[in-house]
């Protein structure tokens, strides 16, 4: 996860923790008051501890990728309707983001080495279950636990790479972090094609959730004996259960009527629901404002940048996370191509996102500035028009090749965005709002994955409305109209972000 990147190398001198484990850091905590850090470990236990948490994120990226690909092939064995797809992405994305809002304080009061054994041993039993699920129902609460240990599992990762490396190697040591992360977000997919074409065992697609389980148990024996047992805990740390409370509670108001809203008619029901979102959000806000211990630090909303930078994370991750399960489905359902196929179609994407990532993860960001992230966007809008074209120009004739220059394009782009976007965004933010900044961006992405599966998958199907190929193909062309026009709007919204970055101050 490349936002984690940027905030574990924001340090300048003493500063609070700026990893996605400070992510509930109220002012009060990071004040100079806040316990210093072990000292680092001997250069080899480090890098053995980067090598466990470096497992765990792969882990965690590419399983909220695979069902993308995965999910016609569940639907077939296990049966439900279209919201089946819909629900099992979303399970685990909303899920994931909720729980990252509490789980860095939680690694301060229980302890980061607790927390992440708790959270891998968590993921990878949960990873069992849905390999195990006899039905749809299972199916999704095993899915929904895998969120909530994986957001217990991430931010405690982080922060122990930054305690155990020392202030001038903790940059070299994170150097490879950004493009293999940016590569196993699109690779995701790519491996669950192949795993369903293998059928190892006769396990069909529950191999994509299998996998986890023997990677899981050698990462958690590495953790039990590498990770350290001190990483900078803050026992005066404590929670906001209010605030949490509230914010889950607006979280699951907005998913379920627009995962379930199609499928009932939209009823009244879901408008209410959509209404009571706003006003619970409402109330969040205004009990941040008055807690001692907040969420979310207060004056991060009075920075012009972040709140534009939520929108633009929110609309840049919402738009890519619906847009990759209904080309998904345009392919699978509509031209009723195999996942290996549709896996294999998607390689130009990989490629082209890990050929962004690295140009702006190496030296792009620097010299272009906040021109990067303009850039990125544009070149996403042009590759998504251009496979617009593609679809209608070739309607039920299309290869894998024709396909494979404009979803380039869109990798490309897509990549340039992934690995500066949240240091723009935090290009004003303070040392103390780092850490807090860094980690709401981090939920804001993991929800509004979700929020994109529930609103573009409801828009995909109810423009099919048949079972017809050129049914899926107009869904696809709808869907990637609207996706890039979001890009779009964002590719505005940029415009107001900070010049520079946070890494140029």
């Given at each position: 996860?490349?936002?984690?990147?940027?905030?574990?190398?924001?340090?300048?001198?003493?500063?609070?923790?700026?990893?996605?484990?400070?992510?509930?850091?109220?002012?009060?905590?990071?004040?100079?008051?806040?316990?210093?850090?072990?000292?680092?470990?001997?250069?080899?236990?480090?890098?053995?501890?980067?090598?466990?948490?470096?497992?765990?994120?792969?882990?965690?990226?590419?399983?909220?990728?695979?069902?993308?690909?995965?999910?016609?092939?569940?639907?077939?064995?296990?049966?439900?309707?279209?919201?089946?797809?819909?629900?099992?992405?979303?399970?685990?994305?909303?899920?994931?983001?909720?729980?990252?809002?509490?789980?860095?304080?939680?690694?301060?009061?229980?302890?980061?080495?607790?927390?992440?054994?708790?959270?891998?041993?968590?993921?990878?039993?949960?990873?069992?279950?849905?390999?195990?699920?006899?039905?749809?129902?299972?199916?999704?609460?095993?899915?929904?636990?895998?969120?909530?240990?994986?957001?217990?599992?991430?931010?405690?990762?982080?922060?122990?790479?930054?305690?155990?490396?020392?202030?001038?190697?903790?940059?070299?040591?994170?150097?490879?972090?950004?493009?293999?992360?940016?590569?196993?977000?699109?690779a995701g997919p790519i491996l669950a094609g192949w795993l369903l074409h293998l059928d190892l065992?006769?396990?069909?697609?529950?191999?994509?959730?299998?996998?986890?389980?023997?990677?899981?148990?050698?990462?958690?024996?590495?953790?039990?004996?590498?990770?350290?047992?001190?990483?900078?805990?803050?026992?005066?740390?404590?929670?906001?259960?209010?605030?949490?409370?509230?914010?889950?509670?607006?979280?699951?108001?907005?998913?379920?009527?627009?995962?379930?809203?199609?499928?009932?008619?939209?009823?009244?029901?879901?408008?209410?629901?959509?209404?009571?979102?706003?006003?619970?959000?409402?109330?969040?806000?205004?009990?941040?404002?008055?807690?001692?211990?907040?969420?979310?630090?207060?004056?991060?909303?009075?920075?012009?940048?972040?709140?534009?930078?939520?929108?633009?994370?929110?609309?840049?991750?919402?738009?890519?996370?619906?847009?990759?399960?209904?080309?998904?489905?345009?392919?699978?359902?509509?031209?009723?191509?195999?996942?290996?196929?549709?896996?294999?179609?998607?390689?130009?994407?990989?490629?082209?996102?890990?050929?962004?990532?690295?140009?702006?993860?190496?030296?792009?960001?620097?010299?272009?500035?906040?021109?990067?992230?303009?850039?990125?966007?544009?070149?996403?809008?042009?590759?998504?028009?251009?496979?617009?074209?593609?679809?209608?120009?070739?309607?039920?004739?299309?290869?894998?090749?024709?396909?494979?220059?404009?979803?380039?394009?869109?990798?490309?782009?897509?990549?340039?965005?992934?690995?500066?976007?949240?240091?723009?965004?935090?290009?004003?933010?303070?040392?103390?709002?780092?850490?807090?900044?860094?980690?709401?961006?981090?939920?804001?992405?993991?929800?509004?994955?979700?929020?994109?599966?529930?609103?573009?998958?409801?828009?995909?199907?109810?423009?099919?409305?048949?079972?017809?190929?050129?049914?899926?193909?107009?869904?696809?062309?709808?869907?990637?109209?609207?996706?890039?026009?979001?890009?779009?709007?964002?590719?505005?919204?940029?415009?107001?972000?900070?010049?520079?970055?946070?890494?140029?101050?």
């Amino acid at each position: 996860m490349t936002k984690e990147l940027s905030s574990l190398t924001a340090d300048r001198g003493p500063a609070p923790d700026t990893s996605p484990a400070a992510s509930a850091e109220s002012p009060a905590a990071a004040s100079a008051s806040e316990p210093a850090a072990p000292p680092p470990l001997r250069p080899k236990q480090a890098w053995l501890v980067l090598a466990v948490v470096f497992i765990a994120d792969v882990m965690d990226l590419i399983d909220s990728t695979v069902a993308t690909i995965a999910g016609p092939a569940i639907r077939a064995d296990l049966g439900g309707s279209e919201v089946t797809l819909q629900w099992v992405l979303s399970a685990y994305t909303a899920t994931f983001a909720l729980g990252l809002v509490t789980s860095g304080r939680l690694g301060d009061l229980l302890g980061r080495r607790r927390l992440f054994l708790t959270g891998l041993a968590g993921f990878t039993l949960a990873s069992l279950a849905c390999g195990l699920a006899p039905g749809v129902p299972p199916l999704i609460a095993a899915r929904i636990a895998q969120g909530l240990f994986g957001s217990v599992l991430i931010p405690q990762g982080f922060a122990l790479v930054k305690v155990v490396f020392p202030p001038d190697q903790l940059r070299r040591a994170l150097i490879p972090f950004g493009p293999v992360m940016g590569l196993a977000t699109v690779a995701g997919p790519i491996l669950a094609g192949w795993l369903l074409h293998l059928d190892l065992f006769g396990s069909q697609w529950r191999s994509i959730f299998l996998i986890n389980v023997p990677v899981g148990v050698l990462a958690w024996f590495l953790g039990r004996r590498f990770l350290p047992h001190r990483s900078g805990e803050d026992a005066a740390a404590r929670l906001d259960l209010g605030g949490v409370a509230l914010l889950t509670v607006a979280s699951g108001l907005l998913i379920v009527p627009l995962v379930e809203g199609r499928d009932y008619a939209w009823p009244p029901w879901t408008y209410a629901m959509m209404a009571g979102s706003v006003l619970t959000l409402a109330l969040f806000v205004r009990s941040e404002r008055r807690s001692p211990h907040p969420v979310i630090t207060p004056s991060l909303f009075g920075k012009r940048s972040f709140v534009v930078g939520l929108v633009v994370v929110a609309a840049f991750y919402a738009a890519l996370s619906g847009f990759q399960l209904s080309l998904n489905l345009m392919l699978q359902l509509g031209l009723r191509w195999t996942a290996l196929h549709t896996a294999l179609t998607l390689i130009p994407w990989a490629v082209g996102s890990a050929v962004g990532v690295g140009l702006a993860g190496g030296v792009l960001a620097a010299r272009l500035g906040r021109a990067t992230l303009h850039l990125g966007l544009g070149l996403a809008v042009f590759g998504l028009l251009g496979l617009w074209w593609t679809i209608a120009d070739h309607h039920t004739a299309l290869t894998s090749a024709e396909l494979a220059p404009a979803l380039a394009v869109v990798g490309l782009g897509t990549g340039l965005v992934f690995v500066p976007v949240f240091d723009f965004v935090l290009g004003d933010a303070t040392i103390a709002e780092v850490g807090t900044g860094s980690g709401m961006l981090n939920a804001a992405q993991q929800f509004s994955n979700a929020v994109g599966v529930a609103a573009l998958g409801t828009l995909f199907f109810a423009r099919v409305g048949s079972a017809a190929t050129t049914a899926f193909l107009s869904a696809g062309q709808l869907v990637t109209a609207v996706t890039a026009g979001l890009f779009a709007i964002t590719f505005c919204l940029v415009g107001l972000l900070p010049v520079h970055s946070q890494q140029a101050h």
